[in-house]
């Protein structure tokens, strides 16, 4: 079983900057694919960024240029780097895990078997 614990949210003025941090423990394994989604209340959760076991990574358009995801294996640690933040960032921000080694196979909410309880970032105009 993984355990997934995100930090890091808060409120910032429009073209802040915030770092969130995922922590695991647990079987974690050697290796896998994680993301980083968000939810609006009453839209569905969007996967925004994810990094495979080779560390390839993927962004959504809307933040492509302003966020950047990472992971320190060593700490088992993923972190979303947000600059430039806009207020229609404002959402609940959730880490994930899957087993799969490449996110290739993992392209919906539904193919990630482990979730943060989410963190809240609210971006003011």
């Known amino acids: 079983q993984v355990q997934l614990l995100e930090s890091g949210g808060g409120s910032v003025q429009a073209g802040g900057s915030l770092r969130l941090t995922c922590a695991a423990s647990g079987n974690t394994g050697t290796g896998y694919c994680a993301g980083w989604f968000r939810q609006v209340p009453g839209k569905e959760r969007e996967k925004i960024a994810d990094?495979?076991?080779?560390?390839?990574?993927t962004y959504a358009d809307s933040v492509k240029g302003r966020f950047t995801i990472s992971r320190d294996s060593a700490k088992n640690t993923l972190y979303l780097q947000m600059n430039a933040l806009k207020p229609e960032d404002t959402a609940m921000y959730y880490c994930?895990?899957?087993?799969?080694?490449?996110?290739?196979?993992?392209?919906?909410?539904?193919?990630?078997?482990?979730w943060g309880q989410g963190t809240q970032v609210t971006v003011s105009s």
């Open positions: 990094i495979s076991k080779d560390g390839t990574t």
């Open positions: 994930a895990a899957t087993g799969f080694s490449s996110c290739r196979y993992a392209p919906w909410p539904s193919d990630f078997a482990h």
